[in-house]
């Protein structure tokens, strides 16, 4: 659902902020043992480690309790069950699970490499530790009448978590990674009346639509709206053919693309203007699908991995690993379900 990510992101963004570990370099010189150093400590510094995990446990709880008080307990609750939701929302939800669990998983792999875990270990803890949130957001959604428990979105955290996994165990390092991007979209002020019932004038606009659905400010638009999020696999070409492609910088990447555009509800093109409302006295609005289709849209696209650049500081080192969640505005090729073919000479 998504209502999770800007949760997950603040507080595992916090995390590695700290944590995220140093590239190592032929001239670099042995780790510190300094508990605030930002770099990874060479064996197991007990007092870091129990530093993160008392740090990772009261952050964990705090976020459990906080979303449950200020979003499950406003809806009514029942006994545990499952919800197919593939179908909704031209699949972008789906997206943002596969986004959210793999940098929880790197966020996480970062920590325990601070506390001087060996790398192995620190791989499988933060797949462990990615879907240990991502299910217990599940499980609230389990119980939840207005949703339930999702098998696609386990699907989904799954994919992420173990992406990351087989990157770190396979290659020791990430050659693939999933990033986001996202811009304002701007609707039209016309007037939407209800389809029913008949008489009512309670009209809405498609920008309050979106506000009610998707939220207003900045975490909501990255990480919320799925009109105007595109989700990104990252590839960094040098990485995989080294030896044949000295000529291309260590840091550029291609990636590639998901968005979608006019979705206004989970699936079709009607709506409640209030979702607990029962009965014939709801007001139904209902969008004209030949003038708001809904659209896949799909890109390609070149990037920058930060964590490439060859930056001396180590903090500023330390917060480009912990950005490289962000993807980099640049020309864009974009194609659409719909037999679009688009130029952006810069999309973001």
Known sequence: MPRIFPLCFLLLLAVSLRAQPVPPTQNSTPKTQNFFSLQPADSLHKPRLWAGLATGTVLYGAAMIS???????????????????????????????????????????????????????????????????????????????????????????????????????????????????????????????????AGSDGWTTLQQRSNALYGTGPVSLFLKNYNALTVWASVNPRAFFQERATWLPRWLNVAVGMGADNIFVGEGYEWKGNRNCEGPDCDIYRLDPAKYPRTRQFYLSLDIDLTRLGIRNRFLRTLAGAINIIKIPAPTLEFTDRGDLRFHPLFF
């Open 67 to 197: 979303l449950h008080n200020d979003w499950y307990a406003n809806y009514p609750s029942k006994t545990f069950h499952t919800f197919n939701d593939l179908g909704e929302w031209n699949q972008m939800d789906k997206m943002g699970h596969w986004l959210m669990s793999y940098n929880e998983s790197r966020w996480i792999f970062a920590g325990a490499r601070w506390t001087g875990i060996k790398p192995r270990t620190s791989a499988w803890l933060g797949f462990a530790g990615s879907q240990l949130i991502m299910t217990s957001l599940e499980m609230f959604d389990g119980f939840s009448s207005q949703w339930g428990f999702s098998w696609s979105d386990m699907g989904f955290n799954m994919l992420g978590s173990g992406m990351f996994l087989a990157q770190e165990l396979g290659w020791g390092e990430q050659r693939i990674t999933m990033k986001m991007s996202a811009w304002p979209n701007s609707y039209p002020a016309e007037r939407i009346y209800p389809v029913s019932p």
